[in-house]
């Protein structure tokens, strides 16, 4: 017999969030999601100055504030011909990438692992290890992390004056140029939490860290280590952590942290069933409404309008659903080592598909990487050139900015009537991993990741509910903008 339970509010998820779910012989047989918050900033921008978006969509979220800041630059950019100063794009990627490695260690230590401290798993040999470490509010884990987090993010007082919601960041750069002793201070702190990363994450340098090839040199490399990666692993072979959250969605990522040439991770979409990598169309991203509490719209976000309609019938979720090429696809770290070829990722993927397991293991590995090109980022600024290039203002276009935000693709869509914006479009990562069905009755990738979940007689207690959400890392605030 089927009976419907609902999961939520969440504790430790930025915003609101509920699940509805249909339990059937103690395992999830259908779920819904649903963003319960309205917040309306597509509407607050219409009609205002065109730069007026540098200040108001960083307000969106206060994790990723950067991202925001960044989409919304480059859809002004894209709008108006600029083209940045070299060394604005190379510090908006330093500012960027300490952002998205502050929200990695925050999922990691303060969303996802506290799980494993519950007395859901008081019989487990490793609970009391775990308890201490990860436990919410006391473990000894977070009061490492908090102060390695922090100075991480003193890099945004050198690059960007002040984090969040920093105006710093520009369609021709960045604001804050800085000296040499700045970049002294920038290495040191790059070089603190490469630091911290080596003793307390991983256990071992970053270049053995990286050298791991496949799943099982990780076995390996796990045996007997230290260090809080290491701890997450055992738990979750014991776990059986592989199990949970499987779906075999497209991996998209559009692509994360622009230079001379090709970007740090490449843009792409990679089946996870057949393995094979094929280009990203940006063409190809549409906006269902058919179970958004919205009312409907052109498919295309720079044609499409956001204008709640609270009472619609078949409406569950204040998120709309996004789709690529007609279909859902899953976005986050996991999708950005897929599609740019990592060999671990690319193994894990084929041993378990995407889970509960590799999406954490792909945030850790991919701050790792992070950490390496943020050091060459910082020997490449030019002092002695500019930060920042001044573009023309005041005519009509449109563009689209697209960024990797630490949750997954980000994508900000900009029409301009001269100096004023006719019509805005966001596409958060929580909007794609989190979205409702759409008008085929498509679940998004939650819904879809749920199913098949055991709860056993715990219902709405179940931890395996918490362990699959958390593992996409949702942010509400953002989803419903």
Same mark, same amino acid.
């Given at each position: 017999?089927?009976?419907?339970?609902?999961?939520?509010?969440?504790?430790?998820?930025?915003?609101?969030?509920?699940?509805?779910?249909?339990?059937?012989?103690?395992?999830?047989?259908?779920?819904?999601?649903?963003?319960?918050?309205?917040?309306?900033?597509?509407?607050?921008?219409?009609?205002?100055?065109?730069?007026?978006?540098?200040?108001?969509?960083?307000?969106?979220?206060?994790?990723?504030?950067?991202?925001?800041?960044?989409?919304?630059?480059?859809?002004?950019?894209?709008?108006?011909?600029?083209?940045?100063?070299?060394?604005?794009?190379?510090?908006?990627?330093?500012?960027?990438?300490?952002?998205?490695?502050?929200?990695?260690?925050?999922?990691?230590?303060?969303?996802?692992?506290?799980?494993?401290?519950?007395?859901?798993?008081?019989?487990?040999?490793?609970?009391?290890?775990?308890?201490?470490?990860?436990?919410?509010?006391?473990?000894?884990?977070?009061?490492?992390?908090?102060?390695?987090?922090?100075?991480?993010?003193?890099?945004?007082?050198?690059?960007?004056?002040?984090?969040?919601?920093?105006?710093?960041?520009?369609?021709?750069?960045?604001?804050?140029?800085?000296?040499?002793?700045?970049?002294?201070?920038?290495?040191?702190?790059?070089?603190?939490?490469?630091?911290?990363?080596?003793?307390?994450?991983?256990?071992?340098?970053?270049?053995?860290?990286?050298?791991?090839?496949?799943?099982?040199?990780?076995?390996?490399?796990?045996?007997?280590?230290?260090?809080?990666?290491?701890?997450?692993?055992?738990?979750?072979?014991?776990?059986?952590?592989?199990?949970?959250?499987?779906?075999?969605?497209?991996?998209?990522?559009?692509?994360?942290?622009?230079?001379?040439?090709?970007?740090?991770?490449?843009?792409?979409?990679?089946?996870?069933?057949?393995?094979?990598?094929?280009?990203?169309?940006?063409?190809?991203?549409?906006?269902?409404?058919?179970?958004?509490?919205?009312?409907? /719209?052109?498919?295309?976000?720079?044609?499409?309008?956001?204008?709640?309609?609270?009472?619609?019938?078949?409406?569950?979720?204040?998120?709309?659903?996004?789709?690529?090429?007609?279909?859902?696809?899953?976005?986050?770290?996991?999708?950005?080592?897929?599609?740019?070829?990592?060999?671990?990722?690319?193994?894990?993927?084929?041993?378990?598909?995407?889970?509960?397991?590799?999406?954490?293991?792909?945030?850790?590995?991919? /701050?790792?990487?992070?950490?390496?090109?943020?050091?060459?980022?910082?020997?490449?600024?030019?002092?002695?050139?500019?930060?920042?290039?001044?573009?023309?203002?005041?005519?009509?276009?449109?563009?689209?900015?697209?960024?990797?935000?630490?949750?997954?693709?980000?994508?900000?869509?900009?029409?301009?009537?001269?100096?004023?914006?006719?019509?805005?479009?966001?596409?958060?990562?929580?909007?794609?991993?989190?979205?409702?069905?759409?008008?085929?009755?498509?679940?998004?990738?939650?819904?879809?990741?749920?199913?098949? /979940?055991?709860?056993?007689?715990?219902?709405?207690?179940?931890?395996?509910?918490?362990?699959?959400?958390?593992?996409?890392?949702?942010?509400?605030?953002?989803?419903?903008?």
């Amino acid at each position: 017999m089927t009976r419907r339970i609902t999961v939520g509010p969440f504790n430790r998820v930025e915003g609101d969030l509920e699940v509805r779910l249909d339990i059937d012989g103690g395992v999830v047989v259908s779920a819904e999601v649903t963003a319960p918050l309205y917040r309306g900033f597509e509407q607050i921008l219409r009609g205002r100055s065109a730069m007026d978006a540098l200040t108001l969509v960083p307000r969106i979220c206060g994790i990723c504030s950067v991202s925001q800041s960044m989409a919304a630059a480059a859809a002004l950019r894209a709008a108006g011909g600029v083209r940045p100063a070299r060394n604005g794009v190379l510090a908006a990627n330093l500012a960027h990438a300490a952002e998205n490695a502050a929200d990695h260690l925050t999922h990691f230590y303060l969303f996802f692992m506290p799980d494993f401290a519950r007395d859901a798993y008081a019989e487990r040999p490793w609970h009391p290890e775990l308890a201490a470490r990860f436990k919410a509010v006391q473990g000894s884990a977070a009061q490492a992390m908090l102060p390695a987090r922090a100075r991480l993010l003193q890099i945004m007082g050198l690059l960007a004056g002040k984090w969040p919601h920093s105006l710093a960041f520009q369609p021709g750069g960045t604001t804050c140029a800085i000296d040499l002793g700045e970049r002294v201070q920038l290495l040191s702190i790059i070089g603190d939490f490469r630091d911290f990363l080596e003793r307390t994450v991983f256990g071992d340098s970053l270049d053995n860290v990286l050298a791991v090839d496949s799943a099982r040199a990780l076995e390996t490399w796990r045996d007997g280590r230290g260090g809080d990666f290491a701890r997450f692993l055992a738990v979750a072979d014991d776990l059986a952590l592989h199990r949970l959250g499987r779906i075999a969605l497209p991996l998209m990522s559009v692509g994360a942290y622009h230079g001379d040439d090709a970007p740090l991770f490449a843009a792409g979409v990679f089946d996870p069933s057949s393995a094979e990598r094929a280009a990203f169309d940006p063409a190809a991203i549409t906006e269902d409404v058919a179970h958004a509490w919205m009312r409907d /719209t052109a498919l295309s976000p720079m044609e499409a309008d956001t204008v709640p309609d609270a009472d619609k019938p078949a409406g569950y979720s204040w998120c709309k659903a996004p789709r690529l090429g007609g279909g859902p696809a899953e976005v986050g770290a996991l999708a950005r080592q897929a599609v740019d070829g990592d060999p671990l990722i690319r193994d894990c993927l084929g041993r378990f598909g995407p889970c509960v397991t590799t999406r954490v293991i792909a945030r850790l590995r991919e /701050t790792a990487r992070l950490v390496l090109a943020m050091q060459q980022w910082a020997r490449q600024l030019d002092l002695a050139e500019p930060f920042l290039e001044r573009g023309e203002r005041g005519r009509d276009g449109s563009g689209i900015g697209l960024v990797e935000a630490a949750r997954g693709s980000l994508g900000h869509w900009i029409e301009l009537r001269g100096d004023s914006i006719r019509r805005y479009q966001i596409i958060a990562p929580t909007s794609w991993n989190f979205s409702p069905r759409d008008q085929g009755g498509v679940p998004g990738p939650l819904e879809q990741a749920l199913v098949g /979940t055991p709860v056993g007689d715990s219902g709405a207690r179940a931890v395996t509910i918490q362990h699959v959400v958390r593992s996409f890392d949702p942010c509400m605030v953002c989803t419903a903008h």
